[in-house]
Nanobody
Framework: VQLVESGGGLVQPGGSLKLSCSAS????????MSWDRQAPGKERELVAL????????RYADSMKGRVTISRDNVKNTVYLQMNSLKPEDTAVYFC?????????WGQGTQVTVSS
């Protein structure tokens, strides 16, 4: 299983970013995917989750209305569009594959929201 996140960076408050995660090594369309994040000194938390076909989604209350998760089962890629970013959204964002009883994630991509 390989997951490679990209698209993070430094953005001003109120700005937008689109994260991408390229997946390989497993049958992507068979599994639920999620984006999680971990801020310094805090536990990892779920940001958004998407079902196998992309129809079903779930969002953390703190992110509802500001993020959209999507997936392309042809390109084996999952995306996270983030808008109206706040300083408290600063974290490392991880793409997670939920395969059986295990979660697999990549190296993460840093998102920093600061003026």
């Amino acid at each position: 299983v390989q997951l490679v996140e990209s698209g993070g960076g430094l953005v001003q408050p109120g700005g937008s970013l689109k994260l991408s995660c390229s997946a390989s090594g497993f049958t992507f369309s068979n599994y639920v995917m999620s984006w999680d994040r971990q801020a310094p000194g805090k536990e990892r938390e779920l940001v958004a989750l998407i079902g196998k076909t992309g129809v079903s989604t779930r969002y953390a209350d703190s992110m509802k209305g500001r993020v959209t998760i999507s997936r392309d089962n042809v390109k084996n890629t999952v995306y996270l569009q983030m808008n109206s970013l706040k300083p408290e959204d600063t974290a490392v964002y991880f793409c997670t594959a939920k395969i059986g009883v295990r979660d697999y994630w990549g190296q993460g991509t840093q998102v920093t929201v600061s003026s």
